[in-house]
């Protein structure tokens, strides 16, 4: 069974413009099929001792100094996993998937992937991080995917199980990092961590509900 690892950065309203400007514009969601899931965790926890933290330390995109990203994304460079990327420009949504609300975005999203994937998903369990979801929320989700990829012929590409995991998980982190990097290349254009991970991404799925997109 392989092990695939999910989060996103950005958030998913739509609050935009002058008055109301307090949603990001973008929602990024990433799926990393980790072939070798402990090898990592000891890539991140070699990294957690060069910067002299303690082995509960997380790593979290938004909080991390440019030190901290640094060392992590060198840690991790040689690593043996890929990239799904999903990068949503919210503001070209149409009134139909916003009024789906968080539910609906992380529905369409996550099936997406799931049909862009270059590979089969049937043997691949995907971990989520659980901040903020719950057990009816994830139900919905896993349906929603099953159904998106039986509705293309395509069920080979549902995942064999979805399940939620604590932040603490190394892998989980990884994750987390890897979306803030993509989140950063799609809203400034540059990112010096996401050239770290360039080289992995198979998909990128830039969504501006009017053209495909390569990875930059």
Partial sequence: MRQAYSDEAGDTGYEFGAQRG???RYFVMVVLVVPDPERLRAQMAEARRRLGKSQDFEFHYRQASAGVRRVFF??????DFSVQAAVVDKVKA?????????????????????????????????WLDGQGKHARFLRELKNAV???????????????????LTSKDS????A?????????????????SYKAIRSKVEVWWQVDFGQEAKPP
Avoid at 74 to 79: G, R
Avoid at 147 to 161: E, I, L, M, S, T
Avoid at 171 to 174: L, M, R, Y
Wanted: proline share 5%; net charge positive.
């Fill in 22 to 24: 307090i949603s990001s």
């Fill in 176 to 192: 987390d990092m890897v979306a803030g990097a993509v989140f950063e290349k799609a809203r400034t254009g540059e990112s010096e």
């Fill in 94 to 126: 149409p009134e139909s998937l916003r009024r789906q609300g968080k539910q609906g975005l992380y529905n369409w999203v996550l099936s997406g992937l799931a049909l862009r994937a270059p590979t089969t998903l049937s043997d691949v369990k995907l």
């Fill in 171 to 174: 892998p989980i982190q990884c």
């Fill in 146 to 164: 099953r159904r998106a990829c039986r509705a293309k012929g395509r069920p080979q590409q549902n995942f064999d199980d979805v399940r939620l």
């Fill in 74 to 79: 060198k840690a991790i460079a040689f690593e």
